[in-house]
């Protein structure tokens, strides 16, 4: 059986823990393929909220099986946060969460580096999301990394000294005042790796090949967007990993040839949490209500989201590199109200008229040129069927197929599971 894949194609928080758990009861396997704790997952049902970081939003279904994919940065203080706020429904982790051999450790020190190193851009900074995401998959590909595999040697914890000794020299080489009290830090890492240790790892990319040989269907979930993306973001503003459709060939080991359909979630408008360019975002009251209305806030953080309209450059550009097959339009209940909204479909870049995302998106270089439609003003929220949705957002949705030339098979008006209409 082919892989599908799952990815979010603005700047993350698009809505891909809902809908992956929403999609769960087609698969036998979700797998996660990249990204760590700096992602935050939210899923609603049956009146209760979960936010998951790390492990796959497949984990409610019981038939499930979710994998932590090679690609994947784990931290297993977060990671036993995590399973601490599961236990209460009684899931079996032994067979339902199988974590690759071949993931990376965020270890405490990767934290602290991520903090200097953003203390020391002052205003440049990335706004990351401080778990230690960039200084962990530095580590990878300079070739340094632990990696949950280690843990099963009998020196893991030499190895561990070495590299966090390391990591505190590098941390004086930034020269900002960093307070941080290590020995907590480490009695923190150590309980957590020993429950860590509890858990089944495996040699994930032999397990995914013989999964699909042997006809399970699987669907691969993807964390942040592909604006977001280390290649194909807005760089540097980005995360270190490849949140794009590549980034599940190599995050678990699945050939190009294995992937099947490409499902892109957005939102009907914009957000972006942290730094960097976003062409559409508004900052008048247009922004506030749909900050308000759509409590853009980080599920991971807690910040508050930057908001704007819905950019079609943009999307067009992460369809073209991701081979979306399918869309899935998240929060259009949030638009609900609006007399007119706008969506970008060109840019005025130095001078002149693009239709593709150019080099230089910051302010002083684009700015949007945007198209009108008139609102709708009915409640989506108790919505069930395509057939009910006002004819304003049906033309709004035809728009957006036409411009991006994919369908949009999926329209989300609400957070709950059930808030999902098929099309
Ligand atoms: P993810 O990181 O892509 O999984 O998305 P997040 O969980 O970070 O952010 C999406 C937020 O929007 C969460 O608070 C969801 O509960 C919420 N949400 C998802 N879909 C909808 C929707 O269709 N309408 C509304 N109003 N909220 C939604
Ligand atoms: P999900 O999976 C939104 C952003 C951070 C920061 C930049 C780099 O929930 O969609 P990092 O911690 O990776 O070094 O931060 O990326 N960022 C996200 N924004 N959703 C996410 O994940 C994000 N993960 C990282 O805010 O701008
Ligand atoms: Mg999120």
Known sequence: MAVNLLLGLQWGDEGKGKIVDVLTSNYDIIARFQGGPNAGHTLIFDGHKHVLHTIPSGIFHENAVNVVGNGVVIDPVIFKKELDNLAKFNLDFKTKLLISRKAHLILPTHRLLDAASEASKGKAKIGSTLKGIGPTYMDKTGRNGMRIGDLELTDWKERYEALAKKHIKMIDFFDVKLEYNLEELEAEFFQAVSELKNLTFIDSEEYMNNAIKNGKTVLAE????????????????????????????????????????????????????????????????????????GHEFGATTGRPRRCGWLDLIALKYAVDINGVTQLMMMKGDVLSGFDTLKVCTSYNYKG???????????????????????????????????DTLPKELIEYIAFIEDFVGVPVKIVSVGPDRKQTIMR
């Open 222 to 293: 993807g964390a942040q967007g592909s604006l977001l993306d280390v290649d194909f973001g807005t760089y540097p503003f980005v995360t270190s990993s490849t949140t794009t459709a590549a980034g599940a060939c190599t995050g678990l080991g699945v050939a190009p040839n294995k992937i099947g359909e490409v499902f892109g979630i957005f939102k009907a408008y914009t957000t972006r949490v942290g730094s960097g360019p976003f062409p559409t975002e508004l900052f008048d009251e247009d922004g506030e209500t749909m900050s308000r209305v």
């Open 352 to 386: 002149q008229e693009v239709d593709h995302l150019p080099y230089n998106i910051e302010a002083h270089n684009v700015s949007p040129n945007y198209t009108e439609f008139k609102g709708w003003s009915e409640d989506l929220t108790s919505m069930t069927s395509a």
